[in-house]
């Protein structure tokens, strides 16, 4: 796909995503279970490095981490992209879902993000409870945002489309 009227940056674009819709390595990971399966193992991935985080398991955290972005890269690959294209390289029916996706994983995100500032909140208040967030706690909650927000419209790709 060689476009003279292109810049070398947006070209190198357009061949990446051209090459990324026409991928057939994954096929066999892309029936709905297999895909449902994979968002699954990256949601327990970041339960785990959260977890992990919380408890300072520091050695553990890191293999918890690169499980999370090995997962990550195949959930990314296995969707072929599509909740991170531009939308010039994408069609309308395309860019309708991702937009789609898109207000959803906001709306879950904003909804995370809110009770774990709740939690912080009601945690700090230390007449009501015993408890007082540490460090690790706020390590913890970083690494649930952080996850979410970069996997969450890839997911929500891979769990809400019948055909990739």
Excluded: C
């Excluded at 207000?103 to 993000?113: F, N």
């Excluded at 009601?122 to 967030?133: E, N």
Aim: avoid cysteine.
């Amino acid at each position: 796909m060689s476009r003279p009227d292109l810049d070398p940056r947006t070209q190198k674009l357009a061949e990446d995503a051209e090459r990324l819709q026409r991928d057939t390595r994954l096929d066999a990971w892309r029936t709905p279970g297999r895909r449902r399966g994979l968002v699954l193992a990256g949601l327990a991935a970041l339960a785990g490095v959260s977890a992990l985080a919380w408890f300072d398991r520091s050695v553990a955290l890191l293999v918890a981490i690169a499980v999370a972005v090995g997962l990550y890269v195949l959930l990314r690959r296995v969707v072929r992209g599509m909740a991170d294209l531009p939308d010039a390289f994408v069609d309308e029916r395309v860019r309708a879902m991702r937009n789609e996706r898109y207000r959803t994983a906001y709306q879950l995100l904003s909804a995370v993000v809110m009770l774990l500032l709740l939690a912080g909140y009601l945690a700090t208040d230390a007449s009501r409870l015993t408890w007082q967030p540490e460090a690790r706690h706020l390590h913890a909650a970083f690494w649930m945002v952080l996850g979410l927000s970069l996997a969450l419209p890839s997911m929500l790709v891979a769990w809400g489309e019948r055909e990739l």
